[in-house]
């Protein structure tokens, strides 16, 4: 049955995502019919094992890895950690496994060269729908980048769901370890990766500090940017190439290699100021100015990276739960809303997201008897 045959009804849907900064599984509830949003749910964030997460930082250093060896073992050890992590959302929600109609689980992306129509997120979901007795959707991005589409960002039609009654043109920015924006006006939405986010803070910290990442942006807010070395970053023809285009995490590790003989202070001053300057940069590909930007993300924790952001845009910047978003689960929300929109038939990608030739309908399902 197609969904122009009868109207579609809203489900609940779990999403479930690790980011590429890996610091653990975020799990959320929505309930939607895949065109609207009845209801964000409540989300909660689970840790990966130790040695799991050990094993998946190990091959950022050889990420080709990842496309020439299976990662068997690697991916049963990322799917357990999925599945347990929902199994525990579950219980800590007490949900009724019966209410919810299907889980969107996007893995861990270890990979992702559009360029070469390769992308790969570690996760099993016809385990997972095995294990949890739920119809799983997976593989998000992959029809995406096969048909030649850029396979991120993924976010943009939940964005435009949720943004439904603000003021337009709104630019939502998520600063997780890659950044990106979606632009939303009216009907109109376009989308990209913009640069570094929170990744080359967090590994520089860990470095430096052996600390996750900078808490409030407290180091950077101490130091001076070095202003020389961000305008040559911004050099990067990344910048200057019209959307669609998308990033792997470790496509700007040159820059934390320029930075490694500063004093610590100024090196995350400059690395936050990167990621402000690669962020603003995205006006450039945008039709119209904002009249707003909303930020999601762990970054929009960071204060060094708030400040700088309102003094280069002149406009207010605000984090998403200004609009009552959970800035937290959003992505973990999306990709259920995404399953949802895979069980409905209905596009996860456009032309003016990704640069697929045509509306992308996506994700496969794998259901809980197979």
């Known amino acids: 049955m197609t969904p122009k045959e009868e109207p579609a009804r809203s489900r609940l849907a779990i999403g479930a995502i690790s980011g590429t900064s890996m610091d653990g599984i975020d799990v959320a509830l929505v309930e939607t019919d895949g065109e609207g949003v009845a209801r964000q749910g409540p989300g909660a964030t689970y840790a990966y094992p130790a040695a799991t997460r050990e094993s998946l930082l190990r091959l950022l250093s050889n990420p080709e890895a990842a496309e020439l060896d299976p990662l068997r073992e690697l991916e049963a050890d990322v799917t357990e950690a999925h599945a347990e992590a929902i199994e525990k959302f579950i219980a ?5 496994p019966r209410e919810v109609a299907v889980v969107g689980l996007h893995g861990q992306t270890v990979l992702h060269r559009p360029e070469r129509r390769f992308t790969r997120q570690l996760g099993d979901p016809a385990a997972v729908a095995r294990r949890l007795g739920i119809g799983t959707v997976g593989h998000f991005r992959h029809a995406d ?10 976010a943009p039609l939940y964005h435009r769901a949720l943004a439904s009654g603000l003021e337009h043109p709104v630019m939502v920015l998520n600063l997780g370890g890659v950044g990106n924006v979606t632009y939303i006006d009216g009907e109109f939405v376009t989308a990209f990766d913009t640069g570094p986010a929170s990744a080359l803070l967090d590994d520089f910290m860990a470095a430096r500090r052996g600390v996750a990442f900078d808490k409030d942006g407290a180091l950077a807010a101490e130091g001076e940017a070095r202003r020389d070395l961000v305008d040559a970053f911004m050099a990067n023809p990344f910048f200057a190439r019209k959307p669609p285009k998308s990033l792997d995490r470790n496509d700007f590790h040159g820059a934390a290699r320029s930075v490694e003989g500063l004093p610590d202070a100024e090196g995350a001053a400059t690395l936050a100021a990167f990621t402000v300057a690669a962020s603003a940069a995205a006006l450039d590909h945008v039709p119209r100015p904002p009249k707003r930007w909303l930020v999601c993300g762990g970054g929009r924790l960071n204060q060094s990276f708030m400040r700088g952001l309102r003094e280069a845009l002149g406009v207010p910047v605000d984090p998403v739960e ?37 509306p992308m309908p996506g994700g496969e399902l794998y259901r809980a008897s197979a």
């Open 145 to 154: 980048v096969a048909a030649g589409g850029q396979g991120a960002p993924f």
């Open 92 to 96: 800590d929600f007490a949900l009724e």
């Open 322 to 358: 200004a609009v009552g978003w959970n800035g937290d689960y959003l992505e973990a929300q999306c990709f259920g809303f995404l399953a949802v929109r895979a069980l409905e038939g209905l596009p996860l990608s456009l032309p003016a997201t990704t640069g697929v030739p045509h």
